[in-house]
């Protein structure tokens, strides 16, 4: 089409409309249809960056293809700059200003319950993409509320299968003090003492997210001579508790689990001082051999020139997550959408996974397995991926838990 004639049909466009021959919402649906994404970008690089390109290329490839009921996505992205205040601040914005359809991303846990409550309050859809805090989709559940990304519980679960094994009576535990390090050490009290009745937890360090005192951490869990460890802390936090810990020599002849400890966002910077032997949940990229997974990274490295990291298989399955339900639901009506939801299949890189009707929880797993360093990096080994339905409580313990929408 050259620019004269393109030019012309949108004269031609313009004047029927004016006319009245083509409906005000006829020419509206040739617009594109414009998503809300908001996330820590600032605060969390290393998981939001990968993230970002995960959405992008998914973006493109969507539109790509002919789009929506034939229409393209635009996505409309702010930073909240990891503050709950600031997120329903940007949440707002994105739906009063910007007109979005619905709402999709947030990163840090009480920042997505934050989102979560704006979003019940102003009845729009938001997909969580990566909070894990077990809250969002059972204590503070709501109807405008769903979570892509296997939450705490399910994957404390996946890595308590492994401990219970160990047979270990006495257990450290450090996480970050806020909601997601407090959601995922619950849950793995509650169920070590389900499953291993006597255990004993000897020693808790909860220092601030972003703050860590490794030393002082450190030396705390040495002088409390546990039997094993189960750690939360992620990011520059567990950079630096890997390296205190390994100068005192605590994790030596202690079995260790931590949680998001193979993901390559924080493995990677350890470089050749990554930790070896930990159980862990995470991503060995370079070693998933699947048709959707050889597909999508194919596209990454081609697009990026980089390999991917979890952020971008979250990412990238957000927005196909989005696709899916405005294809089901046939257009942007919210309630529409939100019966779509419940249900809704989309096909990712993990494989397909399914949000559930009764606490719109996704299905998608996560791989387990321990770590290990070669040609000076870290890696998983002996992996297996657990498909999150494995992971998940009876209907009856969900419904304990969650509140009627």
């Known amino acids: 089409?050259?620019?004269?004639?393109?030019?012309?049909?949108?004269?031609?466009?313009?004047?029927?409309?004016?006319?009245?021959?083509?409906?005000?919402?006829?020419?509206?649906?040739?617009?594109?249809?414009?998503?809300?994404?908001?996330?820590?970008?600032?605060?969390?690089?290393?998981?939001?960056?990968?993230?970002?390109?995960?959405?992008?290329?998914?973006?493109?490839?969507?539109?790509?293809?002919?789009?929506?009921?034939?229409?393209?996505?635009?996505?409309?992205?702010?930073?909240?700059?990891?503050?709950?205040?600031?997120?329903?601040?940007?949440?707002?914005?994105?739906?009063?200003?910007?007109?979005?359809?619905?709402?999709?991303?947030?990163?840090?846990?009480?920042?997505?319950?934050?989102?979560?409550?704006?979003?019940?309050?102003?009845?729009?859809?938001?997909?969580?993409?990566?909070?894990?805090?077990?809250?969002?989709?059972?204590?503070?559940?709501?109807?405008?509320?769903?979570?892509?990304?296997?939450?705490?519980?399910?994957?404390?679960?996946?890595?308590?299968?492994?401990?219970?094994?160990?047979?270990?009576?006495?257990?450290?535990?450090?996480?970050?003090?806020?909601?997601?390090?407090?959601s995922a050490i619950a849950s793995f009290k509650a169920l070590m003492q389900e499953k291993q009745p006597g255990v004993e937890f000897v020693a808790e360090q909860a220092p601030p997210l972003g703050k860590i005192e490794a030393g002082a951490v450190a030396q705390a869990i040495a002088d409390a001579k546990p039997d094993a460890i189960f750690n939360v802390t992620f990011g520059p936090d567990l950079q630096k508790f890997v390296r205190e810990g390994t100068t005192r020599g605590i994790f030596s002849d202690v079995a260790v689990f931590s949680l998001l400890g193979g993901e390559p966002e924080y493995l990677d910077p350890l470089k050749s001082e990554a930790p070896v032997g930990w159980y862990v949940t995470g991503y060995p990229w370079d070693q998933i051999k699947t048709p959707e997974h050889d597909k999508f990274l194919a596209a990454y490295r081609a697009k990026w020139n980089d390999y991917p990291r979890l952020g971008s298989v979250v990412g990238y399955a957000a927005l196909y997550s989005v696709a899916a339900v405005l294809k089901k639901a046939g257009g942007t009506d919210t309630d529409k959408m939100l019966k779509a939801m419940a249900g809704l299949e989309v096909e990712t890189p993990f494989g397909k996974v399914v949000y559930r009707e009764i606490d719109h929880q996704s299905t998608m797993g996560a791989y387990v397995g321990r770590t290990a360093v070669r040609e000076g990096r870290g890696i998983m080994i002996d992996w297996r991926y657990e498909p999150g339905d494995r992971h998940l409580p009876t209907d009856s313990a969900v419904k304990a838990r969650r509140p009627a929408n």
């Open 1 to 182: 089409m050259n620019r004269t004639f393109a030019a012309l049909l949108g004269l031609a466009l313009a004047t029927a409309v004016a006319a009245g021959s083509v409906l005000p919402d006829q020419a509206a649906a040739q617009d594109p249809i414009r998503i809300g994404e908001l996330n820590s970008y600032k605060a969390i690089p290393a998981f939001l960056e990968p993230y970002k390109k995960g959405w992008e290329l998914a973006v493109e490839e969507i539109n790509a293809a002919g789009g929506v009921n034939g229409r393209k996505i635009e996505v409309i992205s702010r930073d909240d700059n990891a503050s709950p205040g600031d997120a329903v601040r940007v949440a707002e914005e994105l739906v009063s200003r910007e007109k979005v359809a619905l709402l999709t991303g947030g990163f840090l846990s009480h920042v997505g319950l934050a989102i979560s409550s704006f979003a019940k309050q102003q009845k729009v859809l938001f997909i969580a993409a990566e909070p894990l805090t077990d809250k969002l989709v059972w204590e503070n559940g709501n109807a405008y509320t769903f979570r892509l990304r296997a939450s705490t519980y399910m994957q404390v679960h996946m890595l308590v299968e492994e401990a219970v094994k160990l047979g270990k009576k006495r257990w450290a535990l450090v996480y970050p003090n806020y909601e997601y390090g407090q």
